[in-house]
């Protein structure tokens, strides 16, 4: 009798991409729930709008390079850089900045390097860095967060807004948006306030931002059910988390009117998005287990230069772009202890 | 406008010196680029590139009078291997020079031989065992395939024959990305 | 210093997976029927191929040697029943290739005759270790465990060396695999008595046999025995179970802590490992006079009806086995050789189930489904986490799909044991495996290749040297007689005397050949009748035309 023949193994493989793709996603719910609750319909059209450019733009892409193109959309990859984008966005942006977003990402950031694998910067970061510098203010259009007495916009006001940047009658940009606990504080310590000063305005709530810590909350729950599913590794949060604890509470401790605390820092913004969601994309992190322990350091360190001294209240997106550069080098520098090498140097 | 004048003028000196310095104490014998050319060629002395062997092609690639693809026992792996060495650009084989074919290893038909000693005197390795009036015999562990001894054989009783698949030979296949790959049985 | 460990150690990285060994081990180790024809190939182990020693039309009787081995890293081949030799030539094997190689087709005729070997030792624990090693290699006994390297050299050890510890390993780590679990339930005396036997060569300072903890049956039984011979030197310890515990490297080092060096060998921290089956073989060959002429081999998966371990005859067609387990279920999509994580497909059950075959596993697809396509590697370090060899597979992966056999190197590819684990949980489903034993047979290649060519050059350069040589010597003769030929330049009446000695030669020599020769002066009587007749014989043949 004849049979097939192909190497080893043979066993039935119970992993594969489209599944490791929608655990992520999965992580995401909780995080992204609380920040709908908190920040309204706006998120919803953001991941909308950003999924639906980034699907539409790989399929394109992926015709023009003459590949499949249902079996490579079906890996989730280009979903959740869409989706991932559209968390990153602000609520009120015009409904262009996540499709200008999305499309950078998933043409030049991944496409144009090889696609899914062969991308060295993280593309939802690629383009939600290229819309902060090419449209600062459209990036601010956060609304003010659910439980602040300000005027809060409803569904239709929000599509309105978004789709033909019409504001509802009686109302300026400035009375449904606000800025940021990141950002204010930081114009705040520009005007020397001190921060128990700062921190005494509405929008700062129990240990961070009002809205923002739950979200983060969210965040954190959703990344340890992630790792608890052996989805991503915990060295690239925790030391991403570590190390930014650790350089916050060293200027905490040597300053703590000109600098925030650090469950603020941890709290704060996109950290635990970022720590679990977005530093941890596997293609353009380092791989090796210690290699990812110091490259997720990098991100909290630069994050925090980012924040307190840099030009933007956020780092996270600069911390992670900084860092894939360095992860060929992190993974060179770092290769694991083979077996029976015991007594050879490493290197 | 003289200080820097001059010291543009000195440094000038200095480094002048410190180079021919250099030229003298740091000397190179030979030509290391050339062995190094050598070690990649496959050896076969075959005079397919329009060199007398594989040293003569080696010293015209290395002084930049021959271009590295005119070795077809080397094939692409060894244009490959020079492209990295001397870091040009790879290039297709030139066909003008031959075609890169399976290794194949000459046999004599024993049958016919009239003892010549004419392919021993072609041989660029010895490869080929025998006198004067003797039948002679190649080694086919030391044959390297050259084809130099086909020509002079009065008697055309040399045959060029692949060498034989064996398993212990045998190599796994580059897996084929499409699908985990079947292992291909021969060919 | 080797000392053991009281807790085994986990083994760094490694899979659990379904063991699957249950099927097998239902009905009890029985012997499998004598084949009509067994195909014995010449090549079964590591090392060179053994030199048949019969001719087609030669009877032979079970057990007599019909192959030796021409060198050190190598091992006799012996008939696995009586009959006649009917062919020695190319039949497909069982190799990863699906190549033909050559094989000693024997027609069997059913008697079963044995012949007398004189493996037998009667003071075996007495014997001389170099008279042990003898044995074991002229039984044609090799490592059972699956590579299949003579096991008399791993029981040289040297003249220097000590050896603390001798391992048996036991850890049965693959799944579906049974024959070792099936050998020591059923057969434990014959594994006691090889690892005495063993012992005693080595003269190991301690011995253990490493045990996965999911065979308790199995421990049970070694157990009893050792108590029976009130043998209390010899150590079973369970390891934890986990996929590739019984990797040789990863088994010494779940026992004692100590990592075999990278390159090396276990013999350079003081040990020795040998297969369970290895151990019984020995006992077989040296108590009983029986060569490696069968093996417990396990004949298991949904594809086949009544999986079971059966005591097989080396060089019993796969077909037959499964015929001897009720032959193949509907189900039969794929035939394996050894494990599914480290066996090989097999094209056909034609091939002969040979002495390294531990395990056929006619597998169905819902087992061992079809290949899916991969995609690209997402760099994810999955198999980072699993690899017990410490390596990093993603970037081994990035090298040999470039063909950059150099920095593979510096990655450590040869410290790859192939054991499966990366390409079993890469998401991206890449035959990572393939692309490293690709990478591993392109290197040896190219090393060979470029022996070959390091030796032609050699070879070349000597005849230029040696061309160059004879020219200066052809050169130097030739010289050498100008020189002498050359009369004296300017010595005219050198030359003219010369001139009037060669005239003065000349004319003495005529006036000698007129005056006929000189020596007849003083002939015997004798001497000038023969000179007569000689020139009356000239004389009449030189008037004839």
């Known amino acids: 009798m004849e049979f097939p023949t192909q190497s080893s193994p043979y066993l039935p493989l119970n992993n594969n991409l489209s599944r490791l793709m929608t655990q992520v996603m999965l992580g995401l719910i909780p995080g992204t729930l609380i920040l709908l609750w908190f920040f309204g319909w706006g998120i919803l059209f953001n991941l909308l709008i950003g999924s639906a450019t980034a699907l539409l733009a790989e399929a394109a892409m992926l015709r023009l390079r003459s590949q499949p193109v249902m079996p490579t959309l079906y890996d989730g990859s280009a979903l959740l850089t869409g989706l991932l984008l559209g968390l990153s966005l602000p609520p009120l942006a015009p409904w262009w900045i996540p499709v200008v977003g999305a499309l950078f990402a998933i043409v030049i950031a991944k496409q144009l390097y090889g696609g899914l694998g062969y991308n060295p910067f993280n593309p939802a970061m690629v383009g939600f860095v290229v819309l902060i510098i090419s449209f600062p203010l459209q990036m601010t259009l956060w609304p003010p967060p659910q439980g602040i007495d300000a005027q809060t916009l409803g569904l239709a006001d929000t599509l309105r807004l978004v789709f033909t940047e019409a504001l509802p009658a009686g109302a300026t940009l400035d009375s449904v948006t606000m800025a940021t606990p990141l950002d204010m504080a930081k114009t705040r310590i520009g005007l020397n306030f001190t921060w128990s000063e700062i921190l005494t305005d509405p929008r700062y709530g129990s240990f961070a931002g009002r809205g923002w810590e739950w979200i983060n909350v969210g965040f954190l729950f959703g990344g340890l059910w992630l790792w608890q599913k052996r989805a991503i590794h915990w060295q690239i949060p925790a030391g991403m988390l570590g190390a930014l604890f650790l350089v916050s509470l060293l200027f905490y401790i040597a300053d703590a009117d000109s600098f925030g605390s650090p469950v603020f820092h941890l709290f704060s913004g996109a950290t635990m998005l970022g720590a679990f969601f977005i530093a941890t994309d596997p293609v353009s992190a380092a791989t090796t287990h210690r290699g990812r322990l110091y490259y997720g350091a990098g991100i909290g360190i630069l994050t925090y230069i980012i924040r307190t001294w840099g030009g933007y209240p956020e780092g996270i997106a600069f911390a992670v772009l900084l860092m894939n550069m360095a992860a060929p080098t992190i993974d060179y520098l770092t290769p694991p202890r083979a077996f029976g090498h015991r007594d050879q140097k490493e290197g | ?187 | 210093m080797v000392t053991l460990l009281e807790q085994p150690r986990r083994i760094p990285g490694g899979l659990h997976l379904d063991a699957n060994k249950a099927q097998s081990l239902q009905q009890p180790l029985r012997a499998c029927s004598i084949p009509e024809q067994l195909y014995i190939p010449l090549s079964q182990h590591i090392g060179e191929a053994a030199e048949p020693l019969l001719e087609v039309g030669d009877e032979v009787l079970k057990g007599q040697l019909v192959a030796r081995s021409p060198v050190y890293i190598s091992a006799p081949i012996h008939a696995s029943s009586s009959g006649k030799i009917v062919a020695i030539g190319d039949y497909p094997v069982p190799h990863p290739s699906g190549m033909q190689a050559t094989c000693i087709v024997i027609a069997t005729d059913g008697k079963d005759q044995p012949v007398d070997t004189g493996l037998k030792m009667d003071t075996v624990f007495d014997a001389d270790p170099a008279e042990i090693r003898q044995r074991v290699r002229d039984a044609g006994i090799v490592g059972l465990g699956g590579a299949g390297f003579p096991a008399s050299v791993k029981l040289n050890p040297g003249p220097e060396r000590e050896i603390e510890l001798l391992v048996i390993n036991a850890a049965e780590c693959e799944p579906y695999i049974s024959c070792d679990e099936a050998l020591m339930c059923h057969r434990p005396q014959d594994i006691i008595d090889g690892v005495r036997i063993m012992r005693h060569a080595l003269n190991a300072r301690q011995v253990v046999i490493g045990v996965e903890n999911n065979m308790p049956q199995a421990i049970e039984s070694l157990q009893r025995c050792l108590e029976e011979l009130s043998e209390d030197a010899i150590r079973i310890t369970p390891v934890p179970v986990i996929y590739p515990a019984g990797g040789e490297k990863q088994l010494i080092y779940a026992l004692t802590g100590e990592e075999v060096p990278s390159q090396g060998l276990p013999l350079d921290l003081g040990i020795v490992c040998h297969n369970v089956g290895t151990a019984a073989a020995i006992a077989r060959a040296l108590l009983q006079g029986e060569p490696l002429i069968s093996r417990v081999v396990t004949v298991t998966g949904e594809g086949v009806r009544q999986p079971a371990n059966l005591e097989v005859r080396i060089g019993t067609p796969v077909a037959e086995l499964i015929e001897e387990c009720g032959g193949y279920t509907d189900e039969v999509a794929r035939l394996l050789m050894g494990g599914p994580m480290m066996g090989f497909s097999l094209a056909s059950d034609a091939v002969p189930a040979i002495k390294t075959t531990n395990c056929i596993l006619a597998a169905s697809y819902r087992e061992t489904p079809q290949a899916t396509a991969a995609s690209a590697c997402i760099r994810c370090g999955d198999c980072v986490d699993v690899c017990p060899a410490g390596l990093l597979p993603q970037q081994l992966y990035w090298y040999a799909r470039a063909r950059n056999f150099d920095n593979i190197q510096d990655y450590n590819l040869f410290d790859c044991i192939e054991c499966g684990c990366c390409a079993q949980v890469c998401p991206s489903h890449i035959p990572l495996v393939q692309y490293y034993r690709f990478a591993k047979t392109e290197i040896w290649s190219l090393d060979s290749e470029r022996q070959f060519s390091d030796m032609a050059r050699q070879r070349h350069e000597f005849r230029i040297e040696r061309l160059e040589q004879e020219k200066i010597a052809l050169e130097e003769r030739r010289a050498r007689a100008r020189k002498a030929l050359k009369p004296k330049v300017g010595d005219a009446t050198a030359k003219q005397a010369e001139i009037a000695a060669a005239l003065q030669r000349v004319k003495a020599k005529k006036e000698a050949q007129s005056a006929g020769p000189r020596n007849t002066g003083n002939l015997t009587e004798e001497q000038q009748a023969k000179i007569a007749e000689v020139d009356r014989r000239r004389a009449s043949t030189s008037g004839q035309p």
């Open chain 2, 1 to 187: 406008m003289l200080t820097a004048m001059l010291a543009i003028g000195t440094l000038a000196a200095l480094f002048g010196l410190l180079l021919g310095f250099s030229a003298i104490r740091f000397k190179v014998e030979g030509d290391p680029i050339v062995d190094q050319v050598d070690s990649l060629l496959p050896q076969t002395q075959c005079g397919q590139c329009g060199y007398a062997g594989c040293r003569p092609y080696a010293e015209a690639i290395a002084s930049g009078e021959a271009d590295i693809n005119q070795c077809p026992p080397g094939g692409e792996a060894g244009i490959q291997a020079l492209s990295e060495l001397l870091g040009v650009d790879p290039m297709p084989l030139n066909a003008e020079y031959g075609k890169h074919t399976e290794k194949q290893v000459a046999v004599i038909d024993e049958q016919v031989c009239i003892g010549c000693t004419l392919c021993i005197q072609a041989c660029p390795v010895d490869a080929i065992l025998g006198a004067a009036k003797q039948m002679h015999t190649v080694i086919e562990s030391e044959c390297t395939g050259c084809d130099l001894c086909l020509p002079p054989c009065p008697v055309d009783c040399i045959e060029m024959v692949p060498l034989k698949k064996s398993i212990s030979r045998w190599k796994w296949p580059y897996p084929q990305d499409t699908e985990r790959p079947v292992t291909e049985t021969t060919e």
